[in-house]
Structures are given as C-alpha cells and as structure tokens.
C-alpha cells in the first residue's frame, strides 16, 4: 500500500506517461493539467506535458489514499498485522477505512469541491494527472456510480480515461499503452 509514500518513476513508469503524452496530443491536447504534488506525479505529469506544454497546476485533493498504519505495507504483511481490518476490506472496499487512513467516501469528499470548481470552466480540454484509487474516485463522481461500481474500475499504470461531457451527456473511453479509445471503463470481474 503505497498511498502517500512516494517512489520515482520507473523507466517502464516513464515510458507510460510518455505514451500518455503522446496520446493525448494525438487528440488535440488539453488547455490544462491538475496534477497530484506527490513526487510521482509531478514526474509524470512532467512526461506527459512534455507533448502537451500546458499549464500544470498542482492540487492536493487529488493525492492519492492516506493508507494510514497500512502505509509502506504489502497485502501479507496487512493481513498477518491487521486480520480482522484485512477481512473487513474484503467485505466492503469501498466504505472501509485502514486503521488511520480514508475509505473510497472520505476520498470523494476530499475531491467533490474541486471537481465541481473545474466543471464551472465550460469548454477547456484538461487533464488529471492522479493515481489510482483516486482515480476511481473522479470517474464515480463524474459517472454517478454506486459504490459497488466505482470499485470495480480498474486503473493501471498504462491506461489513461478520457471523459467527455457533451449536450448534456457524459461518454468515457479508455487508452491502453496510447492504444484506443476503448469504450467505457476497463473493470474488475465479478
């Protein structure tokens, strides 16, 4: 559970935000980028802008999950630590909460203000540069997803969404390795 811990891109981490890059020039850039300030993203959002040259700005409600005492912990090592807390995450992933740390919900309260703040800017193209769970998060607001779905989202290192919000609807895509769009979201099986 990485969390807020940080670490630097590995060179496949760079080569996928390269791709990113690339991709989303590809499809005509963006007017912005909102970024995480944890060090892993700002590399990546460097990666990324290095195709796009737009504005970056950084922004805390986009960290990813405090994972609290799980911080730096692998799952052995949670489980063999935290049994009945493990279980409890096994059972409801989105309202449970690492002992110290946010669940899914916290997380979207933590992230709502500002996502309506960038829904008041009609017409510019941005990016979010964020992580995972957080990820999720963002798509589920946008989505109105249950939380049942919003858990089910996957998101790896080299796959990017691409939400559009056109007359009134809301369409997302996926990229895979700069590969796509791939309609809708890329989930977790049953």
């Not at 969390?3 to 499809?27: C, F, I, K, N």
């Not at 007017?31 to 802008?49: E, K, M």
């Amino acid at each position: 559970m990485q969390g807020r811990l940080d670490s630097p891109l590995t060179e496949t981490g760079r080569a996928q935000a390269d791709a990113h890059g690339a991709a989303v020039r590809a499809l005509g850039g963006v007017d912005a980028i909102f970024a995480s300030p944890l060090g892993r993203t700002r590399q990546t959002a460097a990666f990324v802008n290095a195709h796009l040259q737009a504005p970056v700005e950084f922004e805390s409600a986009l960290m990813e999950r405090d994972c609290g005492l799980w911080s730096g912990l692998n799952a052995e090592e949670i489980e063999a630590a935290y049994p009945d807390s493990w279980r409890a995450r096994s059972e409801d992933p989105y309202f449970h909460r690492p002992p110290g740390g946010e669940n899914h919900a916290d997380m979207r309260d933590r992230v709502d203000g500002f996502l309506s703040e960038l829904m008041q800017r009609p017409g510019i193209r941005m990016a979010l540069v964020t992580h995972g769970i957080m990820s999720r998060v963002i798509l589920g607001h946008f989505l109105a997803l249950p939380p049942d779905e919003t858990v089910r989202i996957r998101h790896p290192n080299d796959l990017f969404y691409r939400v559009d919000f056109v007359s009134g609807k809301i369409r997302s895509a996926h990229f895979v390795a700069g590969d796509g769009p791939f309609d809708g979201l890329l989930r977790h099986a049953d």
